[in-house]
């Protein structure tokens, strides 16, 4: 079983950064993404970004060029470096584990962390 576990959340004016990290535990030999998500009140969540298992990067048309994804597979986490926040940046971050075939493909989420950005 993967357990998942975010930290770094916050509190910050636009214009700040923010540093996300998310740490994997029961980590198998099965392939996994790694992945960010975001879910604002009253709306659904949405892919932040995402490192595959092949080390190939997506980024979501709002964050690219201000949000960094980083991922180190020795130590199973996968980090989120967030410049330039913008108030709609404003939500609750999701890490998102996604373990791919031939494993039996199932994605596991963390808690969440807070993201708040005033203007």
């Known amino acids: 079983q993967v357990e998942v576990a975010e930290s770094g959340g916050g509190s910050v004016q636009a214009g700040n950064a923010l540093r996300l990290s998310c740490a994997a535990s029961?980590?198998?030999?099965?392939?996994?993404?790694m992945s960010w998500y975001r879910q604002a009140p009253g709306k659904e969540r949405d892919l932040v970004s995402t490192?595959?298992?092949?080390?190939?990067?997506v980024y979501g048309k709002s964050v690219k060029g201000r949000f960094t994804i980083s991922r180190d597979n020795a130590k199973n986490t996968v980090d989120l470096q967030m410049n330039s926040l913008k108030p709609e940046d404003t939500a609750m971050y999701y890490c998102?584990?996604?373990?791919?075939?031939?494993?039996?493909?199932?994605?596991?989420w963390g808690q969440g962390t807070q993201v708040t950005v005033s203007s």
């Open positions: 998102a584990i996604t373990q791919l075939l031939p494993c039996t493909p199932r994605r596991y």
């Open positions: 029961g980590i198998t030999d099965c392939k996994y993404d």
């Open positions: 490192v595959n298992s092949d080390g190939s990067i």
